[in-house]
């Protein structure tokens, strides 16, 4: 499968006659634990333009999640600010769908269709008729038609996540929240559900932040990526990957970016052991 | 044991198989037989029961053959038929259930407001599960002393037991069961903008509601217990 690009190498994008969808701006985002209060990212900044697949990346405790969150409205920022189309998040709302990673974001009472349509109604954003028409295609585009009288607990965990991603784009949000959603599948299905991502991408051309530990779903999904440093959070590079998908994993180009991104992240470390081995070159 | 030289894996030939048309291989699957399909349905297993339970109870009570300390179920459904018929059991079946569906309300209720006020603050909570550790293992019967003090002998006392057995049960679930809505399903209602009473309608009562069942379930028959103090008050009246 190759990714048809919104735009091509022929073509830069002009950031300054674009605005932003989304504007994240020097944010630093504490949360709370029993004893601490813990500094997740620390003034990070970036930019999501409309039809960008955005990948936040990195290391665990990096605080993709919360950045996240911060942009779902669910975790206010100690400092600097957040806007989606030039208003202040301040709260969750459904102009931005959220994909989790856990399975039990579907609602167990509730059928497939139900699951879909339930935030349609709950938002009060469709009426009943124009809600099930809008579940019945997204359910058709996600491959679940058989399967949309059915409760979540008969479903496999790609199954589920197809219907959390159905439920999310039905609602036709301005940006798609992903929070590792392949993460607890299996290598395979992780793949096609990738595979699938995009082709829906193709179809639909929607906006997403995407987070992810993996390296190379970040460069196969996105078409832009933010690296994090650990702990807390900051930014340590933006770059371009929309020339990357699946059909490009086995070219050097791919590795060449794999490896850049790996020495970014790891970079510390290999620093860390450099002045080791030099301090016990000189000791 | 190390020997001297490591043991290797056996190199084999590859191969490739076509696979074989799902159609030859017969049996795929089967329809259960009428015994298997039969013992699904548990109102027949627990008809089964019943039946078997019934039969013990005529044959041991013929065996016996005194009708006063064992009487066979034949006779005992005799008397149930006599006094539904001609007696004053329906009668007071009724004020009973009037009584205890008057205490089972009420204790609804007010379980529904400790527990709505638990929910939405900390100290809310606090409230709740101190009391409910204060009285819910308190029997409802011993109460019942202090209540007739309290009310005189009567349907209000009779009343205040029975919210007493039910109320702490179904907040002690509720609560729990609100408790373990999992953080996943509470953000995913917040973010299709849900909040206040709808977001307690819509997300957290549906997914709590097992627990919430089961505390109707302990509370409903904790209501029955108090009852059978008064099905025995007209004899001693």
Redesign the interface.
């Known amino acids: 499968m190759t990714v048809a690009q919104p735009v091509d190498g022929l073509l830069k994008p002009d950031t300054s006659a674009h605005s932003p969808l989304l504007s994240v701006k020097d944010v630093t985002l504490q949360y709370k634990t029993r004893e601490h209060i813990v500094t997740a990212t620390f003034r990070v900044s970036f930019d999501v333009f409309q039809a960008d697949r955005f990948v936040l990346l990195g290391p665990s405790g990096c605080g993709k999640s919360s950045l996240l969150k911060g942009v ?1 409205g ?1 975790m206010a920022p100690v400092e600097g600010s957040m806007q989606l189309n030039g208003q202040t998040i301040d709260r ?3 102009d ?3 994909v ?1 990673q ?1 399975f ?2 579907l ?3 509730k059928t497939v269709q139900q699951n879909v349509m ?2 349609m109604l ?2 009060g954003r469709c009426t009943r008729k124009e809600a099930q028409e809008r579940a019945l295609r997204f359910i058709d585009k996600v491959n679940l038609t058989k399967f949309r009288d059915v409760y979540p607990h008969m479903l496999s965990g790609g199954m589920k996540q197809r219907v959390a991603i159905a439920r999310a784009m039905a609602m036709e949000p301005d940006i798609l929240l992903m929070d590792e959603p392949f993460a607890a599948l299996d290598a395979l299905t992780r793949r096609k559900m990738q595979e699938e991502l995009l082709q829906l991408w193709e179809d639909t051309r929607f906006t997403m932040l995407f987070v992810t530990h993996s390296i190379e779903e970040a460069i196969i999904v996105g078409s832009r990526i933010l690296v994090l440093s650990p702990h807390p959070g900051r930014v340590k590079a933006e770059l371009n990957a929309h020339q990357f998908s699946h059909a490009e994993q086995g070219r050097p180009e791919f590795g060449a970016l794999t490896q850049r991104i790996h020495n970014m992240l790891f970079a510390e470390r290999i620093e860390e052991e450099a002045l080791a081995k030099a301090g016990a070159a000189h000791g | 044991m190390a020997s001297a030289s490591p043991i290797t894996p056996l190199v084999r030939p590859e191969f490739e198989h076509a696979t074989v048309e799902a159609g030859q291989i017969g049996e795929v699957e089967r329809p259960l037989s009428t015994w298997e399909r039969l013992t699904n349905i548990e109102w027949v297993r627990k008809a089964a029961i019943l039946i078997t339970l019934a039969v013990i109870w005529e044959a041991y009570a013929r065996y016996v053959g005194n009708e006063l300390t064992f009487p066979t179920l034949v006779q005992t459904m005799q008397a149930l038929w006599d006094s539904t018929v001609s007696g004053p059991l329906l009668e007071r079946t009724f004020t009973s259930l009037k009584v205890l569906l008057t205490g089972y309300a009420l204790g609804l209720f007010i379980a529904a407001v400790f527990t709505t006020i638990a929910v939405s603050t900390r100290i809310g909570t606090d409230l709740l599960s101190t009391l409910t550790a204060m009285f819910n293992p308190l029997p409802a019967i011993a109460l019942l002393p202090l209540a007739l003090l309290w009310f005189g002998l009567g349907t209000p006392s009779l009343v205040f037991v029975i919210v007493h057995s039910v109320l702490w049960a179904v907040a002690l679930n509720t609560h729990t069961g609100f408790l373990a809505v999992s953080e996943t399903q509470r953000m995913a209602g917040m973010n299709y903008g849900l909040r206040g009473v709808r977001y307690v309608l819509k997300i957290l009562i549906p997914a709590a509601f097992p627990s919430i069942l089961a505390g109707l379930k302990i509370g409903w028959a904790f209501a029955w217990r108090p009852r059978l103090v008064h099905l025995r008050e007209p004899q001693s009246a």
Do not use: L, N
Request: without cysteine; proline residues 21%.
């Open positions: 779902a669910f969750p709302g459904p931005r769908m959220m989790f856990e039990d974001q609602m167990p009472w339930f935030p709950a938002s």
